[in-house]
């Protein structure tokens, strides 16, 4: 089974970092935090603007992002903990 | 009876899941919240903008959409419970 | 005397429901609540848009709805509770 | 003295009705509550929009008017007490 | 020296009514309460609208407007004391 | 060293006022309160306006400014004590 | 590993500042407290406007910005500490 996220929303799958490497990206804090870092499963098509065109997203299937850890929903598809979230709150993608 | 929503509103049939079923759609915590999926009933003519056009909307009848629990209006009609919402809180179709 | 409505409101008269018919529209809760179903009797010019235009109403005199419970101002006419509420109040049309 | 009303506001002189006859208009609670009921006395040029348009308003001086009981300011002029308040507090206009 | 205020605000220089006066501005409650009455003394050059273009004010200078008895903010400029405020706050002007 | 602010905002040095000068602006309440009037010293390059189009702004290098006791976000600079503000915070200019 | 921040989101990292240095910025209250003073590292596309265009940032990589303590969300990648925020938080550029 398989969600298509509506408009300006994604479909993220958080990658679990190993908070003792080096080159992970921990939020400030307890090292043992959820680290906020994923990939993106799937794309809306767009957000509406106001004059009703639809802009295409930035971010795009296969990117490893940055989000703020309380961003979005979290659902469970096929055993698999996912996130829908909007652009919006994606603060970058990694590479 | 029927409802024909207006604008962006949709009228949404909740489907009830079985949470042990290991393909099912879990909101995290008890097992035994309700899950948060539905089947589209009805659709409005689509939102209203700013500049007085009518965009249609994503979703149609009979798709299997999922949301946040706690969205929309409940309403009872010819003994069916059904929900009222606007295509705005639906986070994606699932398929 | 009569209610002609501003811009996008309209005039509603609430349909008293029974409460025990299997067809009605009862909100959950107790079945004692009053159902949120009316008529329309009036509706405004339209709503004015951010352009200046207006967009006339997809409502019109003699259509059952439904809406919320705590939507609109009441108000007695010639002895009749009317509510006078907002296009937006209303969740779709019975039929 | 006169007051010309700026933009979208209007001058309403308070009806005061009395609360036993069938055909006025009384709000719901105590039979004494003042009504909100009112004739126009004047009318701004109307609302400035987004674009810099003026949008003429829809009442017109004479016209009697519904509002909300607490909608505008009180003034009084020349020992009279008036109200002033935006079209948009506006609910009908009665006749 | 002077003020020139920014954009769509104003300089208005209170003026205290005699309360007892009948033809007088009166807030109601305590006839001793300082009347929300003033004149023009300067005003901007116009609000800034959304796409850039700058509207006139509707007040000019002389004019006799009434105002919320806490609009705008109180200034002291040579052992005068004088309000800023915007055009939004004026509910009408007098004459 | 020097700030050049982004956008609408603004660098402003206040003046300090002797409190006693009879032609010195006051805010009401206690004379010792610091007076909020200072000295332009850099401005952005404009608002940028929704359509994407910067509008230049109508404060300049030098004018003399009014604006509220705790606007803006102080900065020290080399030192120097400086308010990094909008221009939307500045009630008038003073000459 | 590097950071591309979405839309008008930059990738700043803060400079620790000596606090006794005459012309450090510091912003007022203890001596000790974190300067908001960073390099710019990486800038998004640009700020979406309503109608779809992208706007170019203002700030470009290599400035040096005065930015609000409290801004943005701060991150750790590759060992190094580093701020997400949004063009909108930063005040100026200092040069």
Known sequence: MKIRPLHDRVIVKRVEEETTTPGGIVLPGSAAEKPSQGMILAVGRGKVLDNGDV???E???????????YSGNEVKIDGEELIVMREEDIMGILG
Chains 1, 2, 3, 4, 5, 6, 7 share one sequence.
């Open 55 to 57: 802009r295409a997203l």
């Open 59 to 69: 971010v795009k299937v296969g990117d490893k992002v940055l989000f703020g850890k």
